[in-house]
């Protein structure tokens, strides 16, 4: 389903409902309320969020030599100093990459480096910006680059990854034509494939913090559902057949009918279709690795405990529904994900459970996130709130009217009037 993990596809099941005359203001309410705040802050977010804050806009040229860093920013090492190292090492090699231009390493993200830094601290941490320049005064940067010598950042152009694996051939202006919405996440998407294929190693989204040790996984993702995996948590080794299929089916995506407002094409499900290819089903499940390709298809929860529609609940102290003791001792569970799209406009509260695990897990980058609690006085320009879900729910309830309207003037039956949506379903899934 396109959306699923912005919660689009709730909001489409709407549509579902048979709709009469008697449309209900009330009734649509709670039904878009039901959908829970993460999906609707995700589904805006998705669409109008410019990743790149006023506050961490690129530097200009004039502002800084292109081979020398300044008393705000330091210019990082490209990733090329990093190949050899990457190419022979055994040290567990764990990637996170900061696709947007920022120049800066928000808190929050730092946690989730600094968690894999501590549980891993024999391995090679790297964190690749698509920025040249990093802030020495903002974020986490300089906190994680002063206490930990296994994290290293470097800087990174897409075709300097691509290079070598069957991604070089994408098409730049092909993809342009094609690439409208969700440049970012489709970037990111390339990128984890292709460098796990060159290198293998541990793929983690930024919104991702590790638990335990991860050493031990060598080909293994987490199920969003049985219809597809999640993509925030990857591990390969290299050259894995399982990336070939996904690379293949991503550059095959870029045609005629490609779904421009399907945000995971080319990420979860290219890589929910090649397991499928080579594990021989219609649905994904846990297995004996053996039967495909070495493969372990891991449940929701190891890597993904908390589903997006309740994710608030990590953020917020007068919860009790989460235990973070359950999170922290449940031998099964190995990290939390924690939707940053979704979230972006949540602040930390201080007993909350992420505000416990922060303390546990990134004890430098802790002392940030409280700082931020504190003194944070900026909100996104693009926050959710109660009015807009109010302002959507009356243009919802106009619309049904209306409809309402022209159905019984138009198209009378016998007693209530009653309309299917399905045919619409069917072609929005079509179409969009």
């Not at 990743?51 to 030599?65: D, T």
């Not at 231009?101 to 480096?113: A, F, M, Q, T």
């Not at 991860?214 to 969003?224: H, R, W």
Request: glycine residues 4%; contains cysteine; hydrophobic residues 40%.
């Amino acid at each position: 389903m396109l959306f699923e993990n912005a919660g689009f596809g709730k909001i489409l099941t709407i549509c579902e409902l048979n709709v009469t005359e008697h449309a209900s203001f009330t009734t649509l309410y709670i039904l878009i309320t039901q959908l829970s705040k993460a999906s609707l802050y995700g589904v805006l977010n998705i669409f109008t969020v410019d990743f790149v804050h006023e506050n961490l806009q690129p530097s200009s040229e004039n502002q800084m030599s292109s081979n020398s860093s300044t008393i705000f920013h330091i210019r990082l090492p490209d990733l090329s100093t990093m190949e050899h190292e990457l190419s022979v090492s055994n040290r567990t090699k764990i990637f996170f990459v900061q696709t947007s231009e920022n120049e800066d390493l928000i808190v929050r993200h730092g946690c989730s480096i600094e968690a894999a830094a501590l549980l891993h601290p024999n391995g090679l941490i790297l964190v690749l910006m698509k920025a040249q320049y990093v802030s020495r005064i903002k974020g986490a940067y300089s906190k994680l680059n002063l206490q930990y010598k296994n994290v290293h950042f470097v800087h990174f152009n897409e075709s300097q990854i691509y290079a070598n694996t069957p991604l070089a051939k994408l098409n730049q202006t092909s993809r342009i034509h094609f690439i409208r919405y969700f440049v970012i996440s489709h970037m990111s998407d390339f990128i984890r494939t292709a460098l796990l294929y060159k290198y293998g190693g541990i793929y983690f989204d930024l919104d991702v913090i590790p638990l335990r040790k991860f050493d031990k996984f060598k080909n293994s993702v987490g199920l969003e559902s049985q219809a597809g995996v999640n993509v925030a948590v990857l591990a390969f080794e290299s050259g894995h057949l399982a990336l070939d299929i996904q690379m293949d089916k991503q550059l095959a995506s870029f045609s005629d009918n490609f779904q421009s407002l399907c945000w995971s094409c080319v990420g979860p499900t290219a890589l929910s279709d090649a397991l499928r290819h080579l594990c021989d089903g219609s649905e994904l499940h846990i297995h004996q690795k053996e039967k495909c390709h070495d493969i372990d298809i891991h449940y929701t929860y190891a890597f993904y405990p908390i589903a997006y529609q309740n994710i608030p609940i990590f953020f917020h102290s007068s919860t009790s529904s989460l235990s973070i003791e359950y999170l922290i001792k449940n031998q099964s569970i190995y990290s939390i994900h924690y939707f940053h799209h979704m979230t972006m406009n949540l602040d930390i509260e201080l007993n909350s459970p992420f505000a416990q695990i922060a303390q546990s897990f990134c004890p430098s980058i802790y002392e940030q996130l409280i700082l931020k609690h504190n003194d944070q006085k900026h909100k996104s320009s693009f926050i959710m709130t109660n009015i807009y879900i109010i302002l959507l729910c009356l243009l919802l309830s106009i619309l049904c009217i209306m409809f309402s309207v022209f159905m019984t003037f138009f198209l009378p039956t016998q007693g209530r009037m009653i309309f299917n949506y399905n045919i619409i379903i069917l072609a929005i899934q079509k179409y969009v």
